[in-house]
C-alpha cells in the first residue's frame, strides 16, 4: 500500500507550520531541544453532533515519520528565508542539527477502526521535544481528515442497513490528496467501493461506476445508447435512465435488458441521480419486475447523505445501492474534526515528569497533563466505559473510579476484574518502527466489529446517548490542582 511518501515526493518535511519550525529553532537556541516531552492528539466533540468516532489516518501517519528527513532542498529553502531585517531566519547550525536529525521518539495509537470518543488521545508521541513538535502539523491533517471522513462513511453505512455504499466523491473532494485519503477512510467507514480509479489501485479497494449522462446524449436515442453501452459492458451494465424521461428510461433499459440476456448476460440494475427517489424507485421496481428483472439493482445518486438515506429507508424506496459522493468527501455538514495536539509533560534527562496544562477560560478547551492512556472497559453487552489514565501516576486501584472531564458530578467506578484493554500501543520506539499497518480490509472490518460492540443509542443521529468517558479520580485530582494554581486560587 503506497501513501503519502511515495505518491507525491521523497522529502515532506517541510508538511507544517512555519511556527513549528521557528519553536524548534528557539528550543535549539536556549538549549532545551533534547528536554523530553510528551505531546497527545486528541479531539473535543465527536462530528455531526454524533455519538462517536472511527478513528483513522495512522497510516499515512507512521508513513510520514518513518520518511522524516530534512533533504537538502528543504534546509536551502529554509536558509532563504529572510527576517524583516533582511537577516536570515534561521542560523546555519541549527539547519545542520536539522540535517542531521535522526527520528528517536516513541508514539503510541488508537489503531485505526476503533470506536473513540472526546478527550481522549488517539497518539501520543514522547521524546526530544524538537522532534515531538515538528510532527504536530503533519499528525493533525492525517488524522483529523480522515477520521472525520471515516467517522461520516460509518453514518451513511448505519444508515443504509447493510445496502452496499459507494463513494463517488472525487470530482467534488477537496483536491488530489482530499480525493485519495477521503476514498480511503471512507472505505475504512464501511464504503464497499469507490469510483476513484487511483485510490483503487494504491489501496486495494473496489472500484464500482456506471456511466454519465454524456454518453446517452451522444446517440440519436437512449435505446441505441443502452444497447451500445450494454454491447461494451455486458457483464457490467448498469444504466443510467434519468437523462430525459426517468421512468421511460426504465423501460428502455428493461428493454436493452432482454437483448442483453439474448447475448448470455444479465442487465446488473439502474441508476436513478434526481427526482423524488423514493417515488421513482418504487416505480422503477416494479417495472423491473414486470419486465422479467427482480434481480436487476436499483442505485440511487445525487447528493446523498445519512439522514436523506434515512429518509428515503423510512419511505420504503426499493433502492439497493447507494452512491454518495459530495456531502461524504468533504465532510460536508462539519468540514473539520477540530483535533488538536496538547503539551502534557516534559523531564529534562534522568529528572521526574513534570506535568504541563494549557488553561482556557472553556472548560471544554484545558488540557489534561501527564502520560495518558485510555482504557476500554466491556463486558459481554459490549463496551461499557474508557477511563483516561496517568501512566507516570502509578499503578491504578482494583477498583477505579473515573470522573468525568466536564462535569465532575459524573463519577463510574470499574468493578474489579472487568474486563479491560488499553487502547494506545505502540507504533515506534526510539524512532524506529515496531508496526506494520494491516491489510485495509482488516481495519474496515476492524469499524464494523466496533460498532456491534456499541450500545444503540450512541449510534443514533438525533440526540445520541453519551458514552461514559472519564478520568482516572487521581488524575482528576492533579488536573483540578493545576488548574487552581494556575489561576492562583485557594485550595
Known amino acids: 500500500m503506497r501513501i503519502p511518501s511515495e505518491l507525491y515526493r521523497p522529502s515532506l518535511s517541510l508538511l507544517t507550520d512555519f511556527y513549528q519550525v521557528t519553536m524548534a529553532s528557539a528550543y535549539w537556541k536556549t538549549g532545551t531541544a533534547d528536554r523530553e516531552a510528551v505531546f497527545q492528539l486528541s479531539f473535543r466533540q465527536n462530528p455531526f453532533a454524533g455519538g462517536f468516532s472511527i478513528a483513522c489516518g495512522l497510516a499515512y501517519a507512521a508513513d510520514w515519520i518513518r520518511s522524516l528527513r530534512f533533504a537538502e532542498d528543504d534546509l536551502a529553502y529554509l536558509a532563504s528565508l529572510t527576517s524583516q531585517d533582511g537577516a536570515p531566519m534561521f542560523e546555519p547550525a541549527f539547519l545542520a542539527t536539522l540535517r542531521g536529525m535522526e527520528f528517536a521518539c516513541d508514539v503510541d495509537a488508537v489503531a485505526e477502526g476503533t470506536v473513540v470518543f472526546p478527550h481522549e488521545p488517539l497518539v501520543r508521541v514522547r521524546g526530544p521535544i524538537v522532534q515531538a513538535q515538528l510532527l504536530e502539523t503533519a499528525l493533525l491533517n492525517f488524522v483529523n481528515f480522515q477520521t472525520l471522513i471515516a467517522t461520516k462513511a460509518a453514518r451513511v453505512c448505519l444508515a443504509a442497513h447493510g445496502d452496499p455504499v459507494l463513494e463517488f466523491g472525487m470530482r467534488r473532494a477537496q483536491g488530489l490528496d482530499g480525493a485519495l485519503a477521503a476514498s480511503r477512510a471512507a472505505y475504512v467507514g464501511g464504503c464497499a467501493a469507490t469510483s476513484n480509479v487511483l485510490a483503487g489501485k494504491l489501496f486495494g479497494i473496489p472500484v464500482k461506476g456506471t456511466h454519465a449522462h454524456s454518453f446517452v446524449m451522444l446517440f440519436d436515442d437512449e435505446v441505441q445508447a443502452f444497447k451500445e453501452y450494454a454491447r461494451a459492458m455486458?457483464?457490467?451494465c448498469v444504466l443510467l435512465v434519468d437523462t430525459y424521461d426517468t421512468l421511460q428510461g426504465v423501460r428502455h433499459a428493461v428493454e436493452v435488458g432482454r437483448w442483453l440476456r439474448e447475448q448470455g448476460h444479465e442487465l446488473s440494475g439502474v441508476r436513478l441521480d434526481s427526482g423524488d427517489l423514493a417515488y421513482l424507485s418504487k416505480e422503477a421496481r416494479a417495472i423491473l419486475d414486470a419486465g422479467g428483472f427482480p434481480q436487476a439493482a436499483i442505485v440511487a445518486s445525487n447528493d446523498l447523505d445519512e439522514r436523506l438515506i434515512q429518509s428515503l429507508k423510512d419511505q420504503a424506496a426499493t433502492i439497493s445501492v447507494w452512491g454518495v459522493g459530495t456531502k461524504l468527501v468533504t465532510g460536508w455538514d462539519q468540514p473539520a474534526l477540530g483535533g488538536v495536539y496538547k503539551l502534557a509533560a516534559v523531564r529534562p534527562p534522568g529528572g521526574p515528569w513534570q506535568h504541563r496544562l494549557k488553561l482556557s477560560e472553556q472548560a471544554i478547551k484545558v488540557s489534561t497533563p501527564?502520560?495518558?492512556?485510555?482504557?476500554?472497559?466491556?463486558?459481554?453487552?459490549?463496551?461499557?466505559?474508557?477511563?483516561i489514565w496517568d501512566e507516570a501516576g502509578g499503578p491504578l486501584a482494583a477498583e477505579p473510579v473515573m470522573i468525568d472531564p466536564i462535569d465532575p458530578t459524573r463519577?463510574?467506578?470499574?468493578?474489579?476484574g472487568m474486563a479491560a484493554e488499553d487502547l494506545l500501543q505502540p507504533i515506534f520506539r526510539g524512532g524506529r518502527p515496531v508496526w506494520e499497518p494491516p491489510p485495509l480490509a482488516a481495519v474496515r472490518a476492524r469499524v464494523r466489529d466496533q460498532l456491534a460492540r456499541c450500545h444503540g443509542g450512541i449510534k443514533r443521529f438525533d440526540n445520541p446517548h453519551r458514552y461514559p468517558v472519564g478520568l482516572e479520580h487521581g488524575l482528576y485530582d492533579l488536573k483540578t490542582r493545576l488548574v487552581l494554581q494556575a489561576r492562583h486560587a485557594p485550595d
Request: glycine share 8%.
Open 234 to 236: 455486458p457483464r457490467n
Open 370 to 387: 501527564g502520560v495518558l492512556q485510555v482504557r476500554r472497559y466491556s463486558d459481554d453487552a459490549g463496551f461499557q466505559a474508557d477511563m
Open 411 to 416: 463519577r463510574k467506578r470499574l468493578p474489579a
